[in-house]
C-alpha cells in the first residue's frame, strides 16, 4: 500500500523487481485531489499500461484511490517536512492511509506492506526478508544516497523509528491535549533513541531492535493487526499521530514493535 502525491520511475522498477510471486502481491495506490495528484495519476496509469503493453504485469490487483480528505497543496520535501506543517499534513496522511486499508484489505491478504512512494531502492527480496522476522510490525531503516564532493555517500532519513525517553515521556506530558509530538526537530528535543543511528556497515541485516515509533518509508504489517482494529491515528492518540501512533496504538492492542537498523531501503534524492 503507498500514498502517492508524485509518481518516480525508480518506485515502480523497484516494486516490479521484487521477487516475491506478484501473483500473490495486490498493489493499492491513493493520490491526494490537487495538480501534484493529477500528475502522478496519469503517469502512474501510463506505467501500469506499459506494463500491460509488454506483457510483464502480473500482479494479482491494482486498486487506485483519490483522497477525499484534504492534502497540502506543495509537496515539495523542504515545505512538507517543515515543523510547522507536521500536525495537518500527517493528519491527512493518516486518513489517508486508513481509506486504503479501509478499501484495499482483503479476507485473503497476510501482511501489508507499507512502502512510501519516494522508496526508490531496495533489496529485490524485501517482502521474504521482512516477513522472515515473522512479528506483527517490523520496519526497514530509510537511508537516502547522495554525493559529497563527487563522492557517494549515504546517510539516514527517517527519524520516525524510534524508542520511547524519559524526555519524549515529560513533553507529551507538558503538552495540551490536543498536541503532537513530533520527532527529528530541534524544536522539540525528545533525546529518543532513534534506529536511524544504530545502522552498522558490519552488522547482520537481521539485527532486530525494539520500537515504540514507526515511520511509514518500508514498514511490513501483519494484516491482523489492522483487522483488530489498530489503524493510523488522524488526531492526537497519546500525543502521536499517523504511523508513530499506529504504533502506539499496536502496542496498546499486544502487538510488539521492531526495526531492523542494519537492513536499508533508500528514499529518492530530491
Do not use: C
Amino acid at each position: 500500500m503507498t500514498p502517492m502525491s508524485k509518481f518516480l520511475p525508480e518506485y515502480w522498477k523497484n516494486i516490479n523487481q521484487l521477487t516475491y510471486d506478484h501473483n500473490l502481491i495486490s498493489l493499492g495506490f491513493i493520490l491526494p485531489r490537487n495538480a501534484d495528484g493529477d500528475a502522478a495519476l496519469k503517469q502512474l496509469e501510463a506505467a501500469i499500461k506499459a506494463s500491460q503493453a509488454k506483457n510483464t504485469l502480473n500482479f494479482k490487483k491494482i486498486t487506485i484511490l483519490r483522497q477525499d480528505s484534504n492534502s497540502l497543496p506543495s509537496q515539495a520535501e523542504q515545505e512538507r517536512h517543515a515543523f510547522k506543517v507536521q500536525k495537518e499534513r500527517r493528519s491527512m496522511m493518516a486518513l489517508a492511509r486508513n481509506s486504503l486499508v479501509f478499501t484495499a484489505l482483503s479476507p485473503a491478504h497476510s501482511w501489508v506492506l507499507w512502502l512510501d512512494a519516494d522508496i526508490v531502492e531496495s533489496p529485490n527480496t524485501l517482502i521474504q526478508d521482512l516477513a522472515s522476522h515473522n512479528k506483527p510490525v517490523v520496519s526497514a531503516n530509510v537511508y537516502q544516497r547522495y554525493k559529497e564532493n563527487g563522492e557517494d555517500k549515504i546517510r539516514p532519513y527517517d527519524f520516525n523509528n524510534w524508542v520511547e525517553s524519559d524526555d519524549g515521556l515529560k513533553i507529551a506530558n507538558s503538552l495540551a491535549e490536543d498536541e503532537i509530538v513530533v520527532e527529528g526537530y530541534a524544536e522539540m528535543a525528545t533525546y529518543r533513541p532513534l534506529m536511524a543511528h544504530y545502522y552498522d556497515s558490519k552488522g547482520n541485516a537481521n539485527t532486530e531492535m525494539p520500537l515504540d515509533g514507526v515511520g511509514g518509508g518500508s514498514v511490513l504489517v501483519k494484516a491482523d493487526v489492522h483487522r483488530d482494529g489498530a489503524m493510523f491515528p488522524s488526531f492526537p492518540f497519546y500525543h502521536l499521530i499517523e504511523t508513530e501512533g499506529f504504533a502506539k496504538m499496536a502496542k496498546r492492542l499486544g502487538y510488539s514493535v521492531f526495526g531492523l537498523p542494519n537492513y536499508l531501503v533508500y528514499h529518492y534524492n530530491e
